[in-house]
């Protein structure tokens, strides 16, 4: 500025004299003008000064910005703060958004509106949420804390407040995940839980004993088990040593000293008296443990007194273990054999001193169709049980099959303690089963099966076609002259025939689902598959054909032929029975149309049957389904002295609207129709069941005749019934029997005489009912067997005043006595009826003069009185 002052001096007062006023005004505004240079000068430094400090400044903020953010995001906690000043923008670390799931976009800056959005979610309830959210945004002071999210995580939390004097700047929250902590604690919580847990249900507790100061500290469990007072967890060795017999006190006390010189692990069992003198045996197991602490050994006491009672209590009834039929093993919880009888012995090809040794090498060959022996223990282990039948893949044991039950004895905590196995020796009778299925289920004559197994094949099949939608063809196939063959060449010849006629059959239609035999010379057949009209028409014209060509019987041509009838399934029909009712009639059409042809069923068959008789079978058919008919019983009476000998069972049926019917208002439409065989069987179970609960009930038996129709009686059937129903009762053999006309007889007598034999041989007996009204030959009256002759109650009703009925009264019973055959006289009326008969030498009476029929409930009456009245007549 002096520079400016001389220039302008020098351009305006050049050459001018100044006074000296103006002289001294430049000169002090010069120097002013110089001072404030200076001024300039030094602002100017300070400036660049301040301005160096405010870089420097800047670059330290700079740099220590750099460094808390990588501390912060560092941190080995999820972390938040929060500025006083400035709450909308909340900043985090990474490990705080991990731990919320917060978008990387954010930039670890958040809003709290935000924030709260990816917060609540992870939280079960509201309140919980709002508490900890709003903490977050306003909290005033220090704070910790524990949340647990919706997903299973723990949160532990801290909130530490940033001041200035009178001021909060910031807070500063701290979160880590301990869920790993907690769960760790919580398994270790329930794993000292299960272990205290385990001990009581062991019925066991620890113990340690400090050898310098000779005392025992005993667990919370032990102190319970030997019954000491809670508050004494140290009791002195001298009081411990107490509580074992003197005998055994010596020996453990030194096995405890052995033990600690020694340096080893030990176990001894023995006995404990506690205070009210009750006896506890138990099992010590111990070990060394050295300490800076002290010398100790420790180790568990357990309570065996269960198992030691129940192995004492078995072995006390080992005579009846020894002495028992079926092969029996006591094994204890390690599966060691503790006892043994000499029947498991012989089941097991052992002698007795290689018993225990040899018989678990025995059992590790045996399985079953769905497991191992080793799935056998798991499953006894598990269950408490497991029996079955049993193989063996050892040579030694390969032709056996037993059936083996294994039980898992449990003491009264339920803790198992023995195993006990229970072995039977099937074999025979496992041949013996396959023997009967053969018999049940297939012919013995053409090896094809039976009635029985093809009436269960087509119930499922019928059953099955509501599903599968596959329909069947059902063919009903009878010989045409099998009768003349059998007459002519004999029985052998007709059986010859039989089988014949099964093979031919087999090969004409090899698809069939199922070829059976019916019973006597009719065949049954079910196609599928191809089963439109001319498909079905096709096989029937091939089998027609098979069976119209010759067949060599003994060198003799035979020709028989065959007629056919033919159901559709389910478009005729979808019930099995009347299904086969169809295929029967449609089977007498194609015979009354001159045999050796085939005929399908059509509606128009059923136009000779009324409405009203449709109604009723139908209605009959439903009331043996459910459970309709009833049994009555005719008693019969020893001749001499009129006590009850027997009894005759008679079906009844208690129909729903009409009220009780008997037989001869529904017998005749059962016998037009397979209904019949039906109504034989239920009569014959349902007798076979009374006469089971009667001898449960401690009843005398009486033996119990049951009138079987013309129609089953030729049918093979009604032995195998009869051969389940003596499996089940095997008692009834002497208790029921069964009763024939003539005229069922004389239907087809060689298969009754067959049917009545076979009977025989099981115990049945058998009756000729209605004797004399009939035309049987006494040539099949001998072949027949049968035990007793019913004479036909025509003749005795004028017994007392017709002398012809008299003479054949007396004729049959006099043939009877000469063929070793009882006589039964049905229909007395009168006592002169009886005198006579009596004299006549009859045996057994029958009628209206002793008895009615009775209902069960009346029968059971009276057999109850004669059981009170026994020990009298004794």
């Known amino acids: ?20 006023d103006v002289a001294s005004f430049i000169e002090e505004l010069s120097q002013a003008m110089q001072q404030q240079q200076q001024q300039v000068q030094l602002l100017e430094r300070s400036l660049e000064l301040a301005s160096n400090e405010l870089y420097q400044g800047r670059d330290y903020l700079h740099m220590s910005q750099e460094l808390f953010d990588a501390t912060f995001h560092a941190a080995k906690d999820a972390m938040l703060i929060i500025v006083q000043n400035d709450e909308s923008c909340i900043r985090y670390n990474q490990l705080f958004a991990s731990m919320w799931r917060l978008p990387a976009s954010y930039g670890y800056e958040i809003t709290p509106s935000s924030l709260q959005q990816f917060m609540q979610p992870a939280f079960d309830d509201l309140d919980t949420f709002y508490s900890i959210f709003n903490a977050i945004i306003r909290n005033d002071q220090d704070s910790v804390g524990e949340i647990r999210l919706k997903d299973g995580r723990y949160i532990e939390y801290e909130c530490r407040i940033r001041e200035q004097p009178g001021n909060h700047i910031s807070r500063l929250w701290m979160m880590t995940d301990i869920t790993e902590r907690k769960l760790d604690k919580k398994a270790l919580e329930a794993s000292a839980h299960d272990l205290r847990l385990a001990h009581r249900l062991a019925k066991m507790g620890a113990w340690t004993y400090d050898i310098d100061r000779q005392e025992f500290r005993l667990s919370a469990e032990l102190l319970t088990l030997l019954d000491i007072s809670c508050d004494k967890t140290r009791i002195s060795a001298n009081t411990f040593f107490s509580l074992v017999p003197s005998q055994d006190k010596v020996k453990i006390m030194q096995l405890f000293s052995d033990a600690a010189s020694n340096k080893q692990s030990f176990k001894i069992e023995t006995t404990f008296y506690l205070a009210d003198e009750e006896e506890r045996h138990v099992v010590i197991r111990g070990g060394f443990k050295q300490s800076d602490s002290c010398t100790c050994l420790l180790g568990v006491l357990q309570d065996v007194s269960d198992s030691y009672h129940t192995s004492e209590q078995i072995k006390l009834s080992s005579r009846f273990f020894q002495s028992s039929l079926q092969g029996n093993i006591l094994l204890d919880r390690q599966r060691n054999i503790i006892d043994f009888n000499d029947v498991a012995c012989e089941i097991f090809h052992l002698e007795r001193n290689e018993f225990a040794s040899g018989i678990m090498s025995r059992l590790k060959s045996a399985w079953t169709a769905n497991m191992s022996i080793s799935g056998m223990w798991s499953y006894v282990i598990e269950h408490g049980s497991w029996s079955g039948e049993v193989y063996f893949s050892s040579s030694d044991l390969s032709d056996k099959i037993l059936w083996l039950s294994l039980e898992a004895y449990k003491n009264s905590h339920g803790k198992i303690v023995n195993f006990i196995a229970i072995v039977n020796d099937i074999t025979e009778s496992k041949k013996t089963q396959e023997k009967l299925h053969q018999i049940a289920y297939f012919d013995s004559q053409t090896r094809l099966p039976n009635r029985l197994q093809f009436e269960r094949f087509l119930s499922q099949k019928l059953r099955a076609m509501a599903f599968t939608k596959e329909p069947l063809a059902l063919i009903y196939l009878d010989l045409d002259r099998f009768k003349y063959v059998n007459d002519s060449l004999g029985h052998h010849a007709g059986d010859a025939l039989l089988t014949l006629v099964g093979e031919r059959l087999r090969e004409s239609v090899p698809d069939a689902l199922m070829i059976a035999r019916q019973g006597g010379d009719e065949f049954v057949l079910i ?47 979808s ?61 019969k009476v020893e001749a001499e002295t009129g006590q009850h000998c027997g009894l005759e069972a008679l079906v009844r049926w208690q129909h729903p609207k009409l009220g009780l019917l008997y037989p001869d208002q529904f017998i005749s439409i059962a016998e037009e129709t397979n209904l019949i065989i039906e109504l034989d069987r239920w009569v014959i179970r349902a007798v076979a069941h009374q006469q089971a609960e009667w001898r449960s009930a401690g009843f005398e038996l009486l033996p119990v005749s049951i009138n079987v129709s013309a129609t089953h009686a030729s049918r093979h059937e009604l032995v195998v019934l009869f051969a389940e129903i003596l499996a089940t009762y095997p008692y009834l053999a002497n208790y029921i029997e069964i009763e024939l006309t003539e005229t069922a007889i004389m239907a087809n007598p060689d298969q009754a005489t067959l049917s009545l034999n076979s009977l025989l041989e099981m115990g049945v007996k058998s009756s000729v009912d209605d004797f004399g009204s009939g035309y049987t030959s006494l040539g099949y009256l001998k072949k027949l067997n049968a035990n007793t002759l019913k004479i036909d109650r025509s003749f005795i009703n004028g017994i007392t005043t017709d002398f012809y009925d008299r003479d054949v009264a007396k004729a049959i019973i006099a043939l009877a006595n000469s063929m070793s055959m009882e006589v039964v006289a049905e229909g007395i009326e009168t006592k002169a009826q009886w005198d006579l008969l009596r004299e006549f030498g009859c045996q057994y009476l029958q009628g209206f003069y002793f008895s009615r029929p009775l209902t069960v409930a009346c029968m059971t009456h009276i057999l109850k009185h004669r059981l009170e009245e026994a020990p009298m007549l004794s």
């Open 1 to 20: 500025m002096q520079d400016m002052l001389h220039t302008l001096m020098e351009r305006h007062l050049k050459g001018r004299t100044l006074d000296s």
């Open 527 to 573: 196609l599928s598959g191809y089963v439109n009209y001319d498909g079905v028409a096709q096989r029937c014209e091939k089998i027609v054909s098979a069976l119209s060509s010759v067949f060599m019987i003994d060198d003799n041509p035979v020709y028989v032929g065959a007629s056919l009838g033919v159901v559709e399934l389910p478009k005729h029909t």
């Open 575 to 635: 019930d099995m029975v009347t299904a086969m009712r169809y295929a029967d009639i449609s089977l007498y059409k194609a015979k009354s149309a001159g045999k050796g042809c085939y005929r399908f069923w059509q509606s128009e068959y059923l136009t000779d049957v009324t409405p009203e008789r449709m109604r009723l079978e139908s209605e009959l058919r439903e009331g043996i389904e459910n459970g309709e008919l009833e049994l009555h019983y005719q008693p």
